[in-house]
Structures are given as C-alpha cells and as structure tokens.
C-alpha cells in the first residue's frame, strides 16, 4: 500500500498572489486530507510578490493548533549573496518554527551558471544555522556541487529537501535527475531530508506522490525524513533549536 505521509513543511497562502488558496481553506483541506502537521511557508520579501514583512512576522498570533491541524509558522526566505544572506528581518526570524531558505529568482540574486558561486552561498547558509532546510536544490537554474553541500548538510544537521512540485513538469523542469543524484549522496552520508509539496492551491497539500516514487528508487531510509513521523519531526525540531542561530545579522 501506498503510503501517506500526515506532515506536509511547504505550503504557500494566497499572500503570495500566485498561490490560490487562502490559510483556512488550506487548514480546512489538510484536516479532511487527515494531515498531522502543515508548515505555513510564504516568501521571504525579495520576491516581487510577497507581502509585508508584517504578514510574516504576525503568523505568531496564529494558535498551534487550528481544527486539529498543528499548524507550524515558517516562512521560505531567499538567499541574498554568496554569504548565504537572506532576505527576513530580525524578528521575522525570530518568530518562526521552521526557516526554509533557497535560491529563487530575485533581484539581488537570480539564475546562473556558476556552480561554484552558488555551492558557496548554500555551504555559507548551511554554516550559518539560519536556515533548517534548503529548499528545491535539484533547480537546474542553480547549479550546485552535491557532494560538497550533502557533507556540510549531514554535518550541521540541516535538512535537504524534496520538493515534489520540482518533480513535476510545471516549475523547476530538470530537476529530476539532480534530486535523485542529491538523494543518493545523501543516503550515502546519511543526511535528513524533508518532504514538501510546495503547494500553491489547497488540493496539493500532502501531495507527494512524484517524490514517493523517487524514495522507492533510492530505498531512503524513514529514519532521516523529518516528516515521516511527528517523532521524527519533534526530534529534528529540538535539534535545530538547538543549533539555529539567534541572530540573523551576525
Ligand atoms: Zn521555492
Ligand atoms: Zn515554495
């Protein structure tokens, strides 16, 4: 039987225009999905459209549990340069359960070809411990060295992700072949990987169906997926708070 997977960490709201679904009807529809534990993880502000930073910073007022659903405040923020800077504010960061970080197409930082440039903007975030999971890596507009991120992740406890929307054919297109390869070398070092859907309308959430089928090929083990179970995920969160850094400027 397939298996079902209760905690989605990638979900976008309607505060990002091009996302469908407002919070209560992604709430309404992870509840009737049966989900566990959704992420709420709208765009860092470098991305033309995203809210204020206020929308970000004020999800803290949301109670942790809305219709049964453990609703986790995160934001998807951008990196900035090859320091590994992102794009939140103090206390946009400071407010938040789960900080996803990765490459999008922004001004300050947009596609190219330098792997080497882009290898040492997500080596310095990883070292940093200001993001818990890289987001969407197999993105072929970034090009990046695996093995070198895949080693500095297993060694700062930070997650990698498998976006499955990045494994359709709608957005991300070639990131087949670089997340497999990713998730090779990371069973190899033995690295935490996290699930999302990287939903833009309420019907995907929970929808990982394209990753599902990678994990089967590479035989992952649950273990390491942070979302597998609300043990794995409590324990991976502990960890983290642990290891994040207090303070996004230092
Ligand atoms: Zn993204
Ligand atoms: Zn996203």
Redesign the pocket.
Do not use: I, K, P, R
């Given at each position: 039987m397939k298996k079902q997977y209760k905690i989605d960490l990638?979900i976008h709201t309607n505060v990002n225009p091009h996302a469908f679904s407002t919070l209560e009807e992604n709430i309404r529809a992870a509840a009737k999905k049966g989900m566990e534990i959704i992420a709420i993880t709208n765009?860092g502000p470098a991305l033309p459209d995203t809210p204020h930073w206020w929308h970000l910073r004020n999800i803290t007022i949301l109670p942790d549990y809305i219709d049964g659903v453990r609703v986790l405040k995160g934001v998807?923020a951008n990196i900035l340069d090859e320091n590994g800077k992102l794009d939140i504010n103090q206390l946009v960061y400071s407010g938040m359960e789960l900080v996803?970080a990765?490459?999008?197409d922004v001004e300050e930082y947009s596609s190219n070809s330098d792997k080497n440039k882009n290898t040492k903007a997500i080596l310095n975030l990883i070292k940093s411990q200001k993001a818990d999971i890289i987001?969407?890596l197999g993105n072929p507009n970034f090009p990046v060295n695996y093995e070198e991120i895949v080693k500095c992740a297993k060694e700062f406890n930070v997650a990698l992700e498998i976006?499955n929307?990045s494994l359709g054919n709608h957005v991300r297109t070639g990131s087949n072949t670089n997340c497999k390869k990713m998730l090779e070398l990371a069973k190899k070092e033995g690295c935490y990987i996290s699930l999302g859907s990287?939903s833009h309308y309420s019907g995907q959430i929970g929808d990982f169906q394209n990753i599902i089928e990678l994990l089967n090929e590479v035989e992952y083990s649950d273990e390491l997926i942070i979302n597998d179970s609300k043990e794995n995920l409590e324990k991976f969160l502990k960890l983290r708070s642990e290891l994040r850094s207090e303070d996004i400027n230092s």
């Open positions: 990638h765009h998807e996803l990765g490459f999008h987001v969407h976006n929307s990287d």
